[in-house]
């Protein structure tokens, strides 16, 4: 359903920052129970309960393949109540078991089941924007959708000290069901009939073949997974870096809402102002930045000693303002020539970087136990990486322009 006026919806971006947002609600309400969880199940390596948080990226990967190829075929709103159907059995496992293993199933139940209203929700917007107003549309949701960050390890913390670690799964539930029954009714189905793909045993390979064909889409999807692998270091480690190394496990809630603004500040900013200078050239200045701001710590720390906490905090917030222009824009510029495929692009796009992010995220990880250094080296190797990859792009640009002169 293109949407050739390009008019703004308010109900259209809230809705979709809230189907993205039960993912963010299922991570960062559950990480100052990690320590409750990891106790509770037994858990002997502290480091063990970063895989609460990264094995459910590992299912919002895999579950894109599944979910995106489908939408292409049945339309974004089935296939999206069909993923929430497998949330609900995923969060299930987890209120209820009593083993460790256990628990990591329910997580990666978990997250397939989210990948389909995530990932779908791209779609949507796919389906309804394009150019760099699809940029500022995206831009505005992930901004309302980091809303539920800043105040998500607040309220683990509320449901730790009034009830339980279990309770968390319930809330998480309970709003997921709030905003499915929202989206039944008031979201209109955003793939015509006539423009489905029939559905073939072999669709997803054809799909694949022509996402590939797109060469843009392929490298700012490597770029994604490059920025998210670092990103969900932070995401896995923070609670135990602020807990841990810094002794500030009641601040813990506070830092990180404050760290989530940082990055919802420049996705507001990025919406004001990516029309006019477009994504392509702030996605670009956003990830020097990145890379820049990450060495910029190695090399002044070195030594492998924290500095004080206001020092890391600044460094943070400047690390997550460069992403908080990035995120955005390059899912949108990896979308932009897969109109004709948005569920199975979305799909591959989101596959390939969270496939990508995970293993990146459980190595660097490892590493993460009395310095925060190892976390600032993998900043600092993907920055450099998605910088180069960037560049080559710019030179095969540039090169078409040489030429014709």
């Given amino acids: 359903m293109q949407n050739p006026n390009n008019k703004f919806r308010l109900e259209f971006v809230a809705l979709m920052a809230s189907l993205m947002s039960i993912v963010a609600l299922s991570i960062d309400a559950l990480l100052p129970a990690l320590p409750e969880i990891g106790s509770s199940l037994g858990v002997i390596n502290e480091n063990d309960n970063q895989l609460l948080i990264t094995m459910i990226f590992l299912g919002l990967g895999f579950g894109q393949l599944i979910f995106g190829p489908l939408s292409d075929s049945f339309g974004r709103k089935l296939i999206v109540y069909i993923g929430f159907v497998v949330f609900i059995i995923g969060s299930i496992i987890c209120v209820t078991t009593k083993s460790f293993e256990m628990m990591i199933i329910g997580r990666v139940l978990q997250g397939i089941g989210l990948s389909s209203p995530r990932t779908l929700s791209i779609a949507i917007v796919r389906d309804s924007y394009s150019g760099d107003y699809m940029a500022k549309i995206l831009s505005i949701v992930v901004m309302v959708f980091i809303l539920v960050p800043v105040i998500a390890p607040t309220l683990g913390v509320f449901l730790l000290n009034f009830y339980n670690w279990e309770s968390i799964f319930y809330v998480n539930l309970i709003y997921g069901l709030l905003v499915m029954l929202w989206f039944w009714k008031r979201q209109p189905e955003t793939l015509l009939k006539e423009k489905r793909i029939k559905f073939t045993s072999h669709q997803f390979i054809d799909g694949a073949k022509e996402f590939v064909k797109y060469k843009d889409a392929v490298a700012f999807t490597l770029i994604s997974g490059f920025i998210t692998g670092s ?44 029309v006019k200078y477009g994504m392509w050239r702030i996605a670009y200045i956003a990830t020097v930045a990145y890379a820049v701001i990450s060495i910029l710590y190695v090399v002044l720390f070195w030594s492998g000693d924290n500095p004080g906490i206001g020092i890391l905090i600044s460094f943070f917030a400047l690390q997550f303002f460069a992403v908080g222009f990035i995120f955005g824009n390059i899912r949108a510029l990896a979308m932009q020539p897969l109109g004709h495929i948005a569920g199975i692009g979305a799909a591959i796009n989101g596959f390939v970087s969270t496939v990508m992010a995970v293993p990146i995220a459980n190595y660097i990880g490892s590493f993460v136990s009395d310095s925060v250094l190892p976390l600032f080296i993998g900043f600092s190797i993907f920055g450099i990486l998605s910088l180069l990859t960037f560049i080559i792009l710019k030179r095969k640009k540039e090169l078409p322009a040489i030429k014709s002169l």
Avoid: H, K, R
């Fill in 231 to 274: 990103f969900m270091v932070y995401l896995s480690t923070s609670q135990q870096i602020f807990q841990e190394q810094y002794n500030l496990a009641d601040m813990f809630p506070y830092i990180f809402a404050s760290l989530a603004i940082s990055i919802g500040f420049a996705t507001y900013l990025n919406s004001v102002f990516v």
